[in-house]
Each structure stands twice: as C-alpha cells, then as structure tokens.
C-alpha cells in the first residue's frame, strides 16, 4: 500500500494530574541513564531518535478513552500525557518490529524514571499499567513473538462478531471473526489472527490458515478492504 507517513501521538505515557514532567526533568532524569542518550527532549535509543512532546508548562496530549488491562476505567480528568513520538528519519519504520521494541522500552524507561502510570497505545487502544508493562517486554524479547498483548484489542460486535482493533496501524485492515467462529474463548484465535496477519500484510485475495484447534479457516477481504473477514474452512 502506498501512503504518506505520518508521525502521530501513538505511544503515550500517563502521570498524574500534577506530576506531568517538564524538560528541565526530562533531561536531569536521562543525563546518565542505561536506557537512553539525551539531548534536550529528543531522545536517543540504540541510534533511533524519537522526540518527547507535551511537557509541562505547556499543554498535555490529550487522552482517549481507554480500557485498561485490569478492568479499572481510566479516568482521562486524573492523569496528564506526553506523547513519545518517531523522530522524523525513522517515522517510515514505525511497522518496524525492531523500531516497535525500542520504542516501547524507551517509554518504559522514561515512566519508570519519572513516575508515569500508564503506557497507552492509541491505535490498538491499549492502556497497561507501567508496573505491567516490565513482563510484556520480557516475553518479547525471550520468545521474538509478536508483542500481541501491548498491540491490540479485541472486542465483540453488536453483530455477534469478534474484531481487532490495532492490525490497521500495520495492514491498512483490522480483522472480523465471523459469528459462526465465535464461542468460548476467542483470544488464542485472535491472538494468532494479529500475528498472521501482522507479517502477511494487507489481504487481496481469499486466504486459508489453520486455527489453534486444527480447523480449517477462511480469510477473505471485505468488499470494501478495510477488514479481512474470517471464516470456517
């Protein structure tokens, strides 16, 4: 697919209402650090740059409306954001697995450093708890698997359907199990749906794969290509 990349507030890290850091803090909090090289709010991991916006005294980012991991409603009106944004030279990659890895534990060190309590990924709709976050990025990087779990979300339709949210950030398209797929537990599927899909890329033609019980599935692009459609065999 051919399109214009954009650098967007996608990573977020949360603090609290009063605690939002300025860059006077930023740059006192990274000067020596392990997990980061600084310079001013542009930040510098393992030769990528990425830029740190909506510090104190200025405005915040704005927060959307998320659901946690825990269930717990996150209440935008109690905590201030920052936004880690791709440095210019790299905002091509952010499909990147490598460019996703440093991305998420340079937010990871910078919460942990300066007392953020939450990590939101907008375009899968992700909020996890920064004292969560440390296992995510462990499995990562032990297993090399699609970090599924920081990525995406999963919610059911009014129709009986289950559909992602977060696989159009990478494809161009989110996914649909179809009502007749849907029962029990649908996450080992859609957790294996994400990651298929996340290295296929954008669906044009009908597809097969096998799901976690052995049946045989049907991928098959919408008539509108915004979502691929999953079928029994």
């Not at 920052?82 to 210019?88: A, C, F, K, Q, Y």
């Amino acid at each position: 697919m051919s399109e214009k990349v954009g650098i967007g507030d996608d990573l977020l890290i949360l603090f609290p209402f009063d605690r939002r850091p300025g860059a006077r803090q930023v740059s006192a909090a990274c000067a020596g650090s392990d997990f980061v090289d600084s310079d001013g709010v542009s930040l510098q991991r393992s030769g990528l740059v990425f830029d740190l916006v909506g510090l104190s005294p200025g405005p915040a980012i704005p927060v959307p409306d998320m659901q946690p991991r825990d269930g717990e409603h996150l209440m935008s009106s109690r905590v201030h954001a920052v936004s880690l944004r791709l440095g210019p030279h790299i905002a091509a990659g952010k499909r990147s697995v490598a460019v996703l890895r440093e991305w998420f534990a340079l937010a990871q060190g910078i919460a942990d450093q300066l007392e953020g309590v939450t990590i939101c990924w907008v375009p899968g709709e992700v909020a996890i708890p920064t004292e969560k976050l440390a296992p995510h990025l462990a499995e990562w990087d032990a297993r090399g698997q699609v970090p599924v779990g920081l990525l995406a979300t999963f919610r059911r339709t009014l129709d009986g359907a289950i559909q992602s949210q977060g696989l159009e950030y990478f494809t161009g398209q989110e996914f649909r199990i179809e009502p007749p797929l849907v029962g029990g537990d649908q996450e080992p599927l859609a957790r294996l749906l994400f990651a298929h899909l996340f290295f296929a890329g954008t669906q044009e033609e009908t597809g097969q794969l096998t799901a976690p019980d052995g049946h045989a599935l049907r991928l098959e692009p919408s008539a509108n290509g915004r979502y691929v459609r999953v079928w029994p065999g």
